[in-house]
């Protein structure tokens, strides 16, 4: 693999490593010192990245600079996304899609005994469906707790916030759209006796 090739890569990555994190482009020139019009060109593409500005990067993201240049595109998720940490959970991308929608398995670890939460706002869509373990889930003025098999779907712009209900581990899954889209379930049709 040539140097473009490898290079040509890097501002999706650091686009998807933003969103899956949570943080505009304004919080993450806070963080590195690097202006947001110069982040806004490396995610497109239009600026090439240099170690000076892949260095404050990686640090602000908590990977390495291989994780940022050299990660393979073969499209096969299964075997090359790697885990991200976001507020304390362990985030693992199923799908590697500009745009669309996103999905992720989260694990919430054991002791995650946030007892108030954070609330996020953002643009976008979520459905969550619980794996294992009770996941406290507040929304706006809701304070709800979800057990394996249970869902839930919102607009991001409701306040928000995901953490374990009683001390032990949780894992869902969360798929994340723009505004405007939503993941539809549909159920078969009861049999008629």
Do not use: C
């Not at 690097?34 to 995610?43: A, M, Y």
């Not at 390495?64 to 299964?78: I, M, N, Q, S």
């Not at 954070?118 to 003025?141: A, F, P, S, T």
Request: proline share 6%; glycine share 10%; no cysteine.
């Amino acid at each position: 693999m040539d140097d473009e090739t490898t290079l040509s890569g890097v501002g999706a990555r650091l686009r998807e490593l933003r969103r899956a994190r949570d943080i505009t482009l304004t919080d993450l020139a806070e963080q590195t010192g690097i202006s947001v019009s110069t982040l806004s060109r490396l995610e497109s593409g239009s600026r090439r990245p240099t170690l000076e500005l892949l260095l404050p990067l990686a640090r602000a993201y908590g990977v390495t600079l291989d994780e940022l240049v050299d990660a393979p595109a073969t499209g096969d998720p299964r075997v090359h996304l790697k885990p991200l940490q976001a507020n304390g959970m362990t985030m693992l991308p199923l799908t590697r899609r500009a745009g669309g929608i996103q999905a992720y398995k989260i694990v919430i670890p054991a002791g995650d005994g946030r007892r108030h939460p954070d609330l996020k706002i953002h643009e976008g869509y979520e459905w969550i469906y619980v794996l294992n373990g009770r996941l406290r889930v507040v929304l706006g003025e809701h304070d709800i707790v979800l057990t394996p098999g249970e869902a839930a779907e919102f607009d991001t712009r409701t306040p928000h916030w995901f953490g374990g209900a009683d001390g032990e581990p949780a894992e869902f899954l969360s798929l994340f759209g723009t505004q405007g889209e939503r993941a539809h379930l549909r159920a078969a049709p009861s049999s008629r006796r």
